[in-house]
């Protein structure tokens, strides 16, 4: 299915998401309040007609979290600055409270609305697969794409959860080609790439061009490698093919790939960097807003 030496690759890979998502489902891990409109954007449900229900409760509870965190944050100004009687500081601090018990709300309805069944191994596998097979991608790009999935989780504080691996891995692999591959795919082929691996999705180039802008701002444009890092990423894949008894046909990295990759990655950063910048400044006064415009629960 997938490009032959990618194989075991993208099996390592699916088993590495597999185990994180699992264990923050388990963990009940919690977006940041600040981080939810992110998050959002990379909700599949908001580019599935179908799921229109879905959607708008994401939104919604999204709107909520966010109203509700920025009153906290003015209520705890008040507090702060509250002098007089304690009957004035009572009432700041009880408004506080009150606030506080509003945000926490908010945020458990969130949590509702984006929870979902944690992936299987053969589901991560068969989507990865699919859009290497269908991009053509080299198999390094795998690794580099697991990287970068790590990276924004990391970076960002945002779980890459059963609503949104699918589009935050989609990101991740444009940005992988475009780091590794002489010829990169354009930003274009992706929506095609995604309607293949997703049956009902509907999004534009645009929208594409605004998640590549967003994953780019959480990780902050860290898109640099070091073939030390890579090494570690590519030998754990390794081990997980090996005790599954399965060959891995991928090589290491030579010195100078990994020179290559060091200095290349090094290179696209400062393009990425220019280039998202310049493309937010065109985006500000058209279609940069919290969801896609052109559906229909926000018209």
Not at 119 to 125: A, C, G, Q, T
Not at 187 to 194: C, E, I, K, Q
Not at 244 to 270: I, T, Y
Request: charged share 25%; aromatic share 6%.
């Amino acid at each position: 299915m997938a490009v032959p030496d990618a194989d075991e690759v993208i099996l390592g890979k699916a088993a590495v998401l597999y185990c994180q998502l699992a264990a923050e489902a388990s963990a009940a891990k919690r977006c940041p309040p600040e981080r939810v409109e992110d998050m959002l954007l990379f909700s599949e449900d908001l580019y599935m007609p179908e799921r229109a229900k879905r959607r708008e409760a994401q939104i919604l509870a999204a709107a909520e979290v966010k109203a509700a965190t920025k009153a906290l944050a003015a209520a705890k100004q008040e507090a702060e600055a509250a002098t007089g009687t304690e009957e004035a500081a009572a009432a700041a601090t009880a408004a506080v409270a009150e606030c506080r018990a509003r945000a926490d709300s908010a945020m458990a309805v969130w949590s509702r609305v984006m929870a979902g069944a944690v992936p299987d191994i053969e589901s991560l596998y068969s989507f990865s697969a699919k859009v290497h097979e269908m991009g053509q991608f080299s198999p390094e790009t795998v690794v580099l794409s697991l990287i970068l999935i790590n990276r924004v989780a990391s970076t960002s504080g945002i779980p890459v959860g059963p609503t949104t691996w699918r589009l935050v891995g989609l990101i991740a692999t444009l940005l992988a080609q475009k780091l590794w591959d002489d010829a990169s795919v354009a930003n274009s082929d992706f929506p095609t790439l995604l309607k293949a691996v997703l049956p009902g999705s509907e999004i534009a180039v645009r929208e594409i061009n605004r998640l590549e802008r967003r994953f780019l701002g959480l990780i902050k444009y860290k898109v640099t490698f070091t073939g030390s890092l890579y090494a570690r990423y590519y030998f754990e894949l390794r081990t997980i093919a090996e005790e599954n008894h399965r060959k891995f046909r991928l090589a290491p990295l030579s010195k100078e790939q990994a020179e290559r990759l060091e200095a290349r990655s090094r290179s696209k950063a400062e393009t990425l960097r220019g280039g998202a910048k310049l493309a937010t400044r065109r985006a500000k006064t058209s279609d940069d807003g919290l969801a896609p415009r052109s559906r229909a629960v926000l018209s």
